[in-house]
């Protein structure tokens, strides 16, 4: 009878862990881009029968996402709130009792990215910390402050209700604005959460148990902070909780083991990804299997194989930005690691489309990173992605490469277009994939339409006389009718004299 017990235990046990696996399955952005009220609201939603769903929102959203963004879900991967650092909005999409300004009265935008963070209370199933950092404007230009606001989901009938809000956990110490980063401890139920000083080489380190949150001595590592440091870059757990991130184009790429027992960084390795950079912000992801560091340079993606014992011999370059605008730069930005495996990328500026990295896993190019590889229902916000900590440390698999991507109406996959030849004087050649049908259209870089027409034979190249535009760079675009996987093909091309 024990031994059966012990049994069911454990399958009870397992059950558990693996529920809180979806914790992280529900992204969302919005943006106000009308005069209408509300945003215009998108979500990726990867709890839809093994689909990442990515669809736009019947209802308009109450915030708007610019910077900062963090939700959570419970164990089944259902939404329970979200944030933009200014409201916290319950899963019916109002704003939760005592929910407002958090950080700062009046507050209209949190400025940043990556200072805000929510984490399970450890002590209690149906509580939830939101970490958060403010610039106080009255008193300095720079974040002092690292606060938590406390959301008990008992309340307001399931759906919420925020108990406590803006409690300072630190104060009068400046810290790097982005880089808040979290990783679960050793025992699978605490929570790590680093965060560097600014001006120093220190990292403050807390801890997250039933008891509260708990500052620990900070550790003093690595190279003093440029002072021009805050918001530059950002700073990443590995998926497996072994390794510490951080990058800017000051300090370039510092990586460190990670001691989930004692929350200190070790075995500090400092790496140059290029000679000398613009003034540019970047970001920094890691692949699901914790062996390879993408860095977005604003116009180049590189890939750093952390295996490598020599960094130098693991660095390749990616690509470089195709200078598609659509309405506004399509750079790379701020980039997440999906439940589905692959890594997404935003601009810092709005855009229609976001880049996918669709095989992070994959040495060099066979990663596959696609620009401009997901067309969203309305233009983004300006450079945001959702910041979470790493759920599945413990877990053997990371991530579920079994989730697919379905496409709801006016969201699209990207896929290259075959045009030749590129530069062109006049004339160029399409190669339509697989003969298909449909619609092609031309925009110049303002992603203005200058041509279009309809291609309605079976034909697998098909000649256009694009003689009457310009010089310059233009983009073409072709979709396909009777289109189920909702692809849409593109490649830009140049016309010269």
Known sequence: MRFIFCIALSLFLCLNILAQNKQDYVWLWSNNSTSETGNEAYSFNFNKNGTNYIEALPDKLPIEFTGNNASICDSEGNLLFYTNGCQVIDATHQIMPNGDNINMEDCDFHPGTDNIMILPDPGNQKGYYIFHKTIQID????????????????????????????????????????????????NGTDWWIIQPVKDTNLYMRFILDSEGVKRMQDQEIGPIFHWNSSAAGTARFSPDGLKYAFFNIFEDLLLFDFDRISGQLKNLKEFSIKDSYPQIFTAIEWSADSRFLYVAL???LWQIDTWEDNLEDGRILIDRWNGIRDPFNTTFYLMALAPDCKIYMCSTSSTNTYHVINKPNEKGKACDFV????????????????????????DEEKCDPGITSVFGDLVYYRKDLS??????????????????????VAFDMQGRVVWQGVHDRYEDRVPLDLSHLPTGAYSLEFLPIDNDERLIYTSQVVKVD
């Open 371 to 394: 620009q401009q590889g997901i067309r969203l229902p309305f233009v983004s916000a300006s450079g945001t992605m959702p910041n979470f900590p790493r759920f599945r440390v413990d």
């Open 298 to 300: 604003n116009d180049e």
């Open 139 to 186: 008193r300095t230009a720079f974040i002092d402050n690292l606060k938590f606001t406390y959301v008990d989901i008992n309340m307001n009938n399931g759906l919420g209700a925020v108990t406590d809000k803006n409690v300072n956990i630190i104060d009068s110490t400046q810290i790097l604005s982005s880089y808040l980063s979290a990783c679960k401890h050793k």
């Open 419 to 440: 045009v030749y030849p590129n530069p062109f004087i006049d004339h160029v050649t399409v190669e339509l994939p697989e003969g298909k049908r449909g619609q092609m």
